[in-house]
């Protein structure tokens, strides 16, 4: 196919198509060549980090029902704030004064959020579900320039590296958080309830979803320049490689997980639901 503008194209009327045009490119009418449904995935993406963001920030500034003994919400976890209702067994850390007035949730969202936000899998996800940039393969973008993640605002997605340290402290707090799970309501050890397994599993899908980052696999194996003289860091390298190819997986699996282990410790904090114990 010839580039540049086509004269029978230009002489018929037909309006460019939508994207970024050169006079070097084939000149095509239809804004695109594709035949299925190409807009589903991207809808779906869109509606379903949509939901979860209007769900997270009703629970963030809730400020209420995020702790039933022994269970805390991972949205409130670690409670920083002096006005956490009384937790047992340390999960109160309380290291803000009395001023922080907000729902204690928003001292520490921004770091698994800023974790997620900055993501390489999560970029692609809103970047073409929100901001079409591009839709899909093979569909053009609506915007006339495109300059990527050179300039500001989006050059910040480079600290996600720095996120990544801050997501591992959490995980190893919600960790914490699970194994209080293993008490009863007066702190004895030694009982279990459908909470636990909640906790359990939500943390288990957060490590994975954690582990298998970009940033972790750069972290145990990058700038190596022989594997062989590094059989731990390569062996590792390989665990982490394989957790990787089900990165986007286990994002949605861990942004799902997280919702419902809140959503759990909420009912049961509400008084909507009696947690079972199995012993």
Same mark, same amino acid.
């Given at each position: 196919m010839?580039?540049?503008t086509d004269p029978e194209t230009a002489a018929a009327g037909h309006a460019p198509a939508r994207g970024v045009h050169h006079s070097t490119r084939a000149a095509i009418p239809a804004p695109h060549l594709r035949a299925d449904r190409w807009w589903l995935s991207p809808a779906v993406t869109a509606a379903g980090l949509l939901a979860f963001v209007v769900y997270s920030t009703w629970r963030a500034f809730a400020g209420t029902d995020y702790y039933a003994a022994p269970y805390v919400s991972p949205f409130y976890s670690p409670c920083l704030a002096d006005n956490c209702v009384e937790m047992k067994g340390g999960a109160d850390w309380g290291v803000v004064g009395s001023w922080w007035g907000l729902s204690p949730a928003l001292l520490v969202l921004i770091f698994p959020l800023g974790?997620?936000?900055?993501?390489?899998?999560?970029? %692609?996800?809103?970047?073409r579900g929100f901001w079409a940039s *591009? *839709?899909?393969c093979a569909v053009p973008e609506p915007h006339k320039k495109y +300059?990527?993640?050179t300039r500001f605002p989006l050059i910040l997605q480079n600290v996600h590296r720095y996120f990544f340290y801050f997501?591992?402290?959490v995980a190893g707090i919600l960790t914490y958080d699970a194994v209080l799970g293993f008490r009863d309501a007066d702190g004895a050890w030694g009982h279990m309830g459908l909470g636990t397994l909640v906790l359990l599993a939500n943390i288990a899908l957060i490590w994975a979803y954690t582990l298998s980052c970009h940033s972790c696999r750069h972290?145990?194996?990058?700038?190596?320049?022989?594997? +062989? %003289?590094h059989p731990v860091r390569y062996r590792m390298w390989g665990w982490v490689s394989a957790l990787n190819a089900r990165h986007m997986q286990l994002a949605w699996a861990s942004l799902v997980s997280v919702a419902?282990?809140?959503f759990y410790v909420f009912l049961v904090a509400s008084g909507a639901f009696s947690d079972p114990r199995f012993f």
């Open positions: 010839a580039t540049g974790f997620r936000l900055t993501c390489y899998y999560y970029r %692609k996800a809103y970047y *591009p *839709p899909a +300059s990527g993640e997501a591992v402290l972290i145990v194996g990058g700038r190596l320049r022989n594997f +062989s %003289k419902v282990a809140d």
